[in-house]
Nanobody
Framework: QVQLVESGGVLVQAGGSLRLSCAASGRPFSTYSMGWFRQAPRKEREFVAAISWNGGNTYYGNSVKGRFTISRDNAKNTVHLQMNSLKPEDTAVYYC?????????????????WGQGTQVTVSS
C-alpha cells in the first residue's frame, strides 16, 4: 500500500508560479513511478506529468509542456510539480498518483494509488 498526501495548492494570479508537493509513505518510494493529474469542474481527469522511479524519464501533457516541471527526491519520499506561467485554464484539483510501471506512464489506468488532491485556482 502507498499513502499519498498533496500540498501547496492555493489561489494565484495568472502568470504566477506555484510548487505542489506530494509526500509518500508505505512501500519503498523508489519502487514506483509518480504522476500528477488534474481535474477541473465538469471535465475528465487529465494527465499533467509523470516521472520514472529514478527521475531519469519525465513526461508531460501537451497543455503544460514547457511550463511545468516534475521532479522527485527519493531520499525524502517526495515528488514535486513546479508550475510556471500559470493560466486560468490550469485551475483544477491536482492529484498525485503512484504507479508500478517504474519507467513512468501517462496512462490513467496504470496508476493504482492516489492522493486526495489539492486545489489550484488561477485568477485572471
Amino acid at each position: 500500500q502507498v499513502q499519498l498526501v498533496e500540498s501547496g495548492g492555493v489561489l494565484v494570479q495568472a502568470g504566477g508560479s506555484l510548487r505542489l508537493s506530494c509526500a509518500a509513505s508505505g512501500r519503498p518510494f523508489s519502487t514506483y513511478s509518480m504522476g500528477w493529474f488534474r481535474q477541473a469542474p465538469r471535465k475528465e481527469r487529465e494527465f499533467v506529468a509523470a516521472i520514472s522511479w529514478n527521475g531519469g524519464n519525465t513526461y508531460y501533457g501537451n497543455s503544460v509542456k514547457g511550463r511545468f516541471t516534475i521532479s522527485r527526491d527519493n531520499a525524502k519520499n517526495t515528488v514535486h510539480l513546479q508550475m510556471n506561467s500559470l493560466k486560468p485554464e490550469d485551475t483544477a484539483v491536482y492529484y498525485c498518483a503512484a504507479s508500478t510501471v517504474v519507467a513512468g506512464t501517462w496512462v490513467y489506468e496504470e496508476y493504482h494509488y492516489w492522493g486526495q488532491g489539492t486545489q489550484v485556482t488561477v485568477s485572471s
